[in-house]
């Protein structure tokens, strides 16, 4: 047919999302751009993810990728059963699939059927491994997010630290397990209001993370995050804004244009700047921030759920009345009027 196109590529070709944006109920429209094999950084990203994938099982990638990149426990939970039953009974791998099924409970809140799959997975492995172990490192840091999550932050640095034992045991001092442990124990420290220990542990995590992973690599940017807010928490304003653009900067270059990590930093970003005075450039990333979220909001069919709207809007820092102003905007599809009033807000704010 002489009107017929087609767009040949072959296999393997990599392509980045540039927006992601609903059809109608059921079809979506995606934009790509054709990444160039000459793009540098992204390759060696890429090599990082093929190598840290490695020989995985694909039931076990593919409930991980549902689970802790797309928080679709539902899902995540199914495959990780189906890989229980192709395996034995005391397979070590069933063994990570409690675990994670442990963790997917744990992130829901329930605590009590998290701790019941974490004692399976211990028992396979008691059975099945030796007793220095990665796995009951693993499974220790998962407990001890369990007791953090509790609020009993000395538990869970105790057990962080049972974790923490065996990966110096066995492992590099650069590995980047290392730099996991190191900024779980942090974020308990942080949570406990101990600020010093916060710090110590979030910048060994950054020494390993800078020698360990691409330079645009996205958990670079979470933990340079992490310490600009601990600094923020600290008042120590001019070394937190140096980590807050220093993960911008990584995720302006490795995420998708409407990720809400870029929307995080933009507002984590534009509201130190309103503190040094500099009301033009706070206002302008706040803006961004603002952007990124209406086309979450757009996007996002759990938009209709209140508890979501409310909760992100929250998260931007708006009051109950401004939080009122948003969900009744989404409801009602009016994203440019949601638009004037948070600006209206933004110059408000900037202007106090």
Known sequence: MHDEEEVLFTMGTIFKIVSVKPFNDEIWYVTLQLVSEQDEPLKVLIDHYKKQIGETSSLMVLGEFLHLKLSQFDKARHYYELLIKELPADHVNAGMAYQNIGTIYNDEGNYEEALKYYEKAVQIYTKTLLDIHLNFAEIHSCIATLLGDKGKHKAAIKKYKEALSIQQALLPADDLALATTFNNMANVYFTA??????????????????????????????????????????????????????????????????????????????????????????LKHLEKALEIQLQLFENDTAIKNLETAERRATELGLTDEQVGVVVDKVYGNQAEGLMTEINVF??????E
Do not use: C, W
């Open 193 to 282: 209001e101990n600020i010093g220990q916060a710090i110590k542990y979030f910048k060994k995590a950054v020494d390993i993370e800078k020698v360990k992973l691409p330079e645009n690599h996205p958990d670079r940017a979470v933990t340079l995050n992490n310490l600009g807010v601990v600094y923020l928490e600290h008042s120590d304003l001019v070394i937190a804004r140096e980590y807050f653009e220093e993960a911008l900067r990584i995720r302006l270059l490795s995420l998708p244009p409407t990720h809400p990590d870029l929307a995080d930093s933009y507002a984590a970003l534009g509201n130190l700047l309103s503190d040094f005075d500099e009301k033009h450039q706070a």
């Open 346 to 351: 933004l110059m408000n704010r900037l202007i």
